[in-house]
């Protein structure tokens, strides 16, 4: 039988950076392929975690690029950007996510069935920025549930519940068993306009039958995807059906800090002064040094510990009239002194508040809006 290829991104970011850690330490049985999509305009921190991470897994990491861009020697970055004629991406015109990301890593995986690790933790509740093709299927190891919504969605759904039930009937029994059948047999009633709320629903009746057994609840999916043409149906067995770990933040810098693969230098926090105070900044995300998705507070930080960064993104903005990577304000404006001084406040104020409410993660509170993009923050 064909077996699926297993896969894992490297983003440059923390967790997938742990992730290929854990895998390899904790799952050596797995052959795990992986790659890093480059896209040629990422801080010097990530090309050296990418190298670390290396002489760790003991394996190369593919760099992706695309193979016009490859043929013709260039920047992958500034050759799209030409081809779109210079318009700067956005989020609202993504393409630099979708060109230099998610088209790389199709066409690397092309049309084997392939099982895509993903390192969204435990403490997050998102999907992330993930392929839909057919083929590629995501796991998400970190937490506890390790399907996407997709299988969820079919696993819960009214017209598969006696299917469902008789596959619980080969791994539980008795007490356990009855529960299991009266909450797959209670119907998941969701609203048609309230995705937050059918997340919720959805998320409480997952927990009530992981509370029944994790791995059994692993196995029921396992089995009930053996003739559904998902990647994983093309394995006898597989391992992590039995993992009931669920990492978190801090279990990811741990895992970094004693590999020694390190944590990426940007996240190190540095300090600033501001009106005789003092705040700290550190950049929270790996991606292009000029990502738009970026807060005030990492430009500063971009500007104060990548000065000739700072300037080339400023380029970007000079050669075409209009466009700016922050809406409503150029790079030129936002470091004028009295700006600068005006946007350290305005962070060590939020700092400070999210402290009193007693906010543990206080950088990570910076990206929440933006938490979509695994492909480049993961
Ligand atoms: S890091 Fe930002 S600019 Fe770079 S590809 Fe991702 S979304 Fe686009």
Not at 63 to 68: A, G, V
């Amino acid at each position: 039988m064909t077996k699926p290829k297993h896969v894992l991104g490297i983003s440059g970011g923390k967790d997938s950076a742990a992730l290929a850690i854990y895998l390899r330490n904790t799952y050596p049985q797995l052959d795990i392929n992986y790659y890093f999509c480059d896209t040629g305009k990422e801080l010097d921190e990530t090309y050296q975690l990418i190298e670390r991470l290396e002489g760790y897994l003991g394996k190369n990491i593919e760099k992706l690029e695309p193979k016009e861009v490859k043929a013709l020697g260039e920047n992958p970055f500034d050759y799209y950007y030409q081809s779109y004629r210079g318009y700067l991406p956005s989020n609202v015109a993504r393409w630099c996510t979708k060109k230099m990301k998610l088209e790389p890593f199709e066409a690397y995986v092309g049309e084997s069935p392939t099982i895509s690790y993903v390192g969204i933790r435990g403490d997050e509740d998102r999907e992330g920025y993930i392929s839909k093709k057919g083929n590629i299927q995501s796991i998400f190891p970190f937490r506890r549930n390790i399907w996407s919504e997709e299988i969820i969605k079919r696993v819960l759904s009214t017209k598969e519940s006696e299917h469902i039930m008789d596959f619980y009937r080969g791994v539980l029994s008795g007490n356990s068993f009855d529960k299991v059948a009266r909450l797959i047999n209670e119907p998941l009633i969701l609203e048609e306009r309230n995705p937050e709320q059918n997340k919720r629903v959805t998320q409480e009746k997952l927990n009530l039958l992981f509370d029944q057994g994790l791995p059994e609840f692993n196995q029921v999916v396992f089995k009930y995807l053996k003739d559904k043409n998902y990647p994983i149906s093309l394995e006898e067995d597989y391992p992590l059906l039995y993992n009931e770990d669920v990492l978190v933040r801090d279990d990811i810098f741990k895992l970094l800090r004693e590999s020694e693969v390190g944590v990426p230098g940007y996240y190190e926090k540095m300090d600033y002064e501001v009106d005789g105070q003092t705040g700290q900044y550190a950049r929270s995300r790996s991606g292009c040094y000029f990502c738009f998705f970026q807060q005030k507070i990492e430009w500063v930080w971009l500007h104060e510990q990548h000065p000739d960064l700072y300037l080339q993104a400023m380029e970007y903005e000079n050669e075409k009239e209009g466009f700016t990577w922050n809406q409503n304000e150029s790079l030129q404006d936002l470091i004028h002194p009295n700006r600068i001084h005006q946007i350290k406040s305005e962070h060590l104020n939020r700092m400070n508040r999210e402290k009193s409410k007693g906010s543990k993660y206080l950088l990570d509170k910076v990206i929440d809006a933006e938490k979509d993009c695994i492909a480049c923050f993961g």
